[in-house]
């Protein structure tokens, strides 16, 4: 079955750059990887199937587990799915406070992996500057919601509080803060000759075979194409706000690193104008008391720091539960595409195309 | 598991019948509601319709979402005429995933969520599908199929056929039963309840034995 | 009598304690650094601000089981890490700390001893260090380390030309191998080699990392890659070894950089009687500043760049750096012989 010339690798679930419990097994002729089989599973929790059994709101604290490091937009995609199904008009002022934490995640969420991404391809002091800016984040979100990683921080219908008194001040300061450091983060890494070594040119994948893999988010814009959930099916604010969906030319490792950092800057700009003018208003709209949306099914997407986040969700209009939950998680179908991406490279490229998908295995797994 | 069109896939592990069986009262299918009057249909379901004689057994329309149901025997020339075709070019598989309604024959839906990026729409194919029926795979039209069909394999124990590599995916690889049918108990296989190593090994034992018989 | 023995074991005494000694607080050095880098504190808890680490690591690192994998081939496995350290302490032999003193009446050299041929001594001695790390791969028995270790020879032996080759323009310039003669020769050129060298010693710098396994070339121990490298498979006391191995060779690079290129033990301008004020710092203070400013730039390389891959690695190596040293030498050898 295997050549006697070629050697079989297991980067196992437990290894220091996989991302969490991820195993991929390489086969190698010498350096180069021939073939790589990623098995997955590992964190798989069952949270679709105990969705079934919980009421529709505590479903927001499940879907907090998934994507646990942007944690908040799961909230919203999944609020938005249920509100869709129940046709509820949200409140202005909620959905731009949705829009500041979801940006607010992809900053916090784009952190985490230039932190991870950088200390795998070995420039460790990247990682703790991004930790650092994410703290900021974090402390952000603490004070809204009282919590650090797990926010449930929505609700059908809005939101479960309204923001705190200069909690719209804080954020503005922290945008100021966030623009200088990227600007660090840039000069350590965007034209550092071993950086572009390492990425320019590994993992090169076309627009339309990225489209076909399922990839999403900046793995598939890296590629050159202009699909963005938010521009194309706006949702919570943003057909208000004025911003670019930064598209990378040649489809490789180099180019899914700028549109990552562009994306901070992009954020930034959302960030301000949707905090500059947040309107007033109730911060949750006239949802009934026990929430039973009508029988149907649907399928809405939002915009993940991973991808398209996409919720499948089937209601049968009796129970106080979904009959059936569906998640379309990005991280699951931007990693079918490691196995086509490393093919052909050295083993040191696996872990930088890893980083460079941005997987959390949370979702991956659910 | 090597893919064999004839032999379905390995029967769930039995269960006491009384307390999972499903409800009289539990719900026998999706509304599917058709589209309410003075709705305009997109034009590519007739284009569709036209060039697929058979293919489009019902129109749906539901808070916004397009859905068309296909009998599973066009379900692959529906596929590519859905991919190829113009005005609908549906070049991204978002998701394919499946429901379990175990009252109505044909128990499982399997719902394929599409998206034009050209045209910037949406549709939804279902398909209902019986326990062991097959049903061909979306992986040589869309390649984000792939794992995604592994997972409704795995999850619901579909018989997806055509696959390249149908395996199970989430679970371990030889775990017997699908979870996320609705008569898989909650809590797991129960008294197969697996928390210690020599209970894989009386497992194995067990199946060794029977594959003697 | 004294003079031939007891001397030079106290030369030897003394130098061997303040290696291993610096050697440990290297380790507390680099923790401390690479954390001030990354706007955090490093060790603060044992002792004051964290000066009893090395300490700590040590008596961990004594008292814990000592693993050998099941198939290991278990001399080689013992052997490895003896192989490894044993030629990053002795290359200290013919380094010069100083020119001749006087203590307690008697003329002593600041040196264990100065062979005619010492350059040639630390090249050999630096070599036999690199096969330490081959046995250890070899001897895990197991995948990681094996990879790893090819890796680390080849990278290895590839740099090793680099740098021996700017090592020969060193020595065309000073006319001697001699350690001591060529300090002597920069103090009588009234220029330290890295002004007038200048390619050469970049070239040995950057070559300097890749020997010492140090980033941007740490490919043989990234763990984020390989889970650890040739020395996945040790543990305890033999993983110390390895580990004190490669900062005694990091020492041993930065001291024979401040020899042959920065003027070892003179101080600042040696011959411009204006500064003589500054000679009440003794020459081995000189010689320590100046390895220290070196091992803080390996420390300070290490939190910046990030890693180079393998191929780019040796082709780097191949293609840049040992052209450019062959360059160096033959311009040199043009210029030493126009101006004679």
């Known amino acids: 079955m295997f050549d006697t010339n070629e050697l079989v690798i297991n980067m196992g679930p437990q290894h220091p750059s ?92 784009h952190c985490l992996w230039v932190g991870t991404h950088a200390m795998d391809i070995g420039a460790m002091t990247v990682f703790l500057y991004a930790f650092r800016e994410r703290e900021l984040i974090l402390d952000l979100f603490e004070e809204f919601c009282g919590a650090r990683l797990t926010y449930n921080s929505m609700r059908i219908g809005g939101l479960p509080l309204d923001i705190p008194p200069g909690w719209d001040k804080k954020v503005l300061e922290f945008c100021t803060i966030m623009a200088a450091k990227l600007d660090e983060y840039e000069e350590l890494l965007t034209h550092n000759r071993i950086w572009l070594e390492r990425t320019k040119g590994v993992g090169v994948i076309s627009g339309a075979e990225a489209l076909a893999l399922g990839l999403s988010g ?134 930088a195309l890893i980083g460079s998908l941005d997987v959390v295995l949370g979702e991956v797994d659910r | 598991m090597a893919d064999d069109p004839q032999k379905p896939p390995a029967p769930a592990a039995p269960a006491p019948p009384a307390a999972h069986a499903p409800k009289a009262s539990a719900p026998v299918g999706p509304p599917d509601p058709p589209p309410p009057a003075g709705t305009a249909q997109p034009a590519f379901i007739a284009a569709l319709q036209a060039a697929v004689p058979g293919s489009v057994s019902q129109v749906s329309y539901w808070v916004g979402d397009w859905t068309i149901i296909v009998p599973v025997a066009r379900l692959l020339e529906v596929a590519r005429h859905l991919r190829d075709a113009p005005d609908a070019a549906f070049d991204m598989c978002s998701d394919v995933t499946a429901t379990d309604w175990p009252i109505r024959p044909e128990r499982f839906d399997v719902v394929y969520c599409l998206y034009s990026t050209r045209h910037r729409q949406r549709i939804r194919v279902k398909a209902r599908a019986g326990e062991h029926e097959p049903v061909p795979s979306m992986s040589g039209v869309w390649p984000a199929a792939n794992w995604l069909e592994r997972e409704v394999y795995d999850m619901f124990g579909v018989n997806i056929t055509g696959h390249p590599d149908r395996r199970r995916i989430l679970m371990p690889d030889d775990w017997q039963g699908f979870p996320q049918r609705k008569d898989y108990p909650l809590e797991g296989p129960g008294e197969l309840l697996m928390e210690s190593p020599l209970d894989w090994l009386k497992l194995r034992q067990a199946r060794e034995e029977a594959d003697i018989e | 009598m004294i003079d031939n023995f007891v001397i030079p074991l106290v030369k030897i005494l003394i130098v061997l304690n303040a290696t291993l000694v610096a050697v440990t607080y290297m380790v507390l050095l680099e923790r401390k650094v690479i954390a001030w880098a990354q706007s955090r504190l490093g060790p603060m808890r044992v002792g004051p601000y964290g000066i009893l680490q090395p300490v700590a690591d040590a008596v961990k690192l004594m008292i814990k089981e000592d693993i050998t994998p099941a198939r290991a081939d278990k001399w080689v496995f013992t052997a490895a890490p003896i192989i490894t350290m044993v030629p990053a302490l002795i290359v200290y032999a013919v380094i010069p700390f100083g020119p001749e003193v006087s203590l307690f009446g008697r003329q002593v050299t600041l040196y264990i001893t100065d062979v005619n041929v010492g350059l040639l001594y630390i090249v050999s001695v630096a070599s036999i260090g690199v096969y330490g790390l081959i046995l250890a791969g070899y001897a895990s028995n197991s995948k990681y380390p094996l990879l790893a270790s090819l890796r680390a020879s080849a990278q290895l032996i590839s740099y090793e030309v680099a740098v021996t080759l700017t090592l020969v323009s060193v020595i065309m310039v000073a006319g001697s191998l001699s350690m001591v003669s060529i300090v002597r020769a920069q103090e009588s050129q009234h220029v330290w080699f890295a002004f007038i060298q200048p390619v050469a010693f970049v070239i040995f710098f950057i070559g300097g990392l890749a020997e010492t396994n140090r980033a941007p070339f740490d490919l043989p121990e990234a763990e984020q890659e390989l889970t650890g490298g040739f020395h996945t498979e040790y543990s305890g006391m033999r993983f110390a070894l390895f580990f004190l191995a490669e900062y005694a060779n990091i020492i041993v690079v930065s001291s024979v950089a401040t020899t042959l290129f920065f003027g070892g033990w003179l101080r600042p301008f040696p011959n411009v009687a204006a500064l003589s004020f500054l ?62």
Not at chain 1, 30 to 45: F, N, P, Q, S, W
Not at chain 1, 246 to 273: C, K
Not at chain 1, 277 to 300: C, F, W
């Open chain 3, 279 to 340: 000679d009440f710092i003794p020459s081995w203070t000189w010689f320590l500043i100046k390895s220290f400013v070196f091992l803080y730039i390996f420390i300070w390389v290490r939190a910046t760049l990030p890693r180079y891959r393998y191929d780019q690695l040796m082709r780097l190596g191949w293609k840049v750096l040992i052209p450019l040293a062959i360059a160096n030498l033959v311009v040199t050898g043009i210029v030493k012989v126009l101006l004679l």
């Open chain 1, 218 to 351: 900046p793995p598939l814009r890296g590629s050159g194409v202009a699909r963005d959930v938010r521009k194309d099916e706006p949702y919570a604010a943003y057909d208000e706000m004025a911003f670019d969906v930064p598209i990378g030319a040649s489809g490789d490792t180099y180019d899914r690193y700028l549109v990552r950092m562009e994306e901070f800057r992009q954020s930034l700009r959302i960030i301000r104008q949707a905090t500059e003018g947040i309107p007033e208003g109730p911060i949750v709209g006239k949802v009934p008391r026990l929430i039973k949306p009508p029988a149907g099914e649907t399928y809405h997407a939002i915009e993940s720091p991973k991808g398209e986040l996409g919720y499948f969700i089937v209601s049968d209009g009796k129970s106080t539960n979904p009959y059936r939950f569906r998640v379309r998680p990005p991280s699951f179908c931007n990693l079918q595409g490691l196995r086509r991406l490393v093919k052909g490279h050295l083993v040191a490229d696996v872990v």
């Open chain 1, 18 to 109: 996989t991302h969490g419990v991820l195993r991929v097994v390489l086969r190698l002729d010498g350096e180069t990887v021939v073939d790589a089989d990623v098995v997955i599973g590992y964190l798989h929790r069952g949270i679709e199937k105990l969705s079934e059994n919980r009421n529709w709101t505590q479903i927001i604290l499940l879907t907090d587990r998934m994507d646990y490091v942007a944690a908040a937009t799961n909230n919203v995609g999944y609020c938005e799915t249920v509100e869709k199904l129940m046709s509820l008009e949200v409140p202005r002022r909620a959905r731009y406070v949705r829009t500041i934490l979801c940006e607010l995640q992809r900053i916090a969420s």
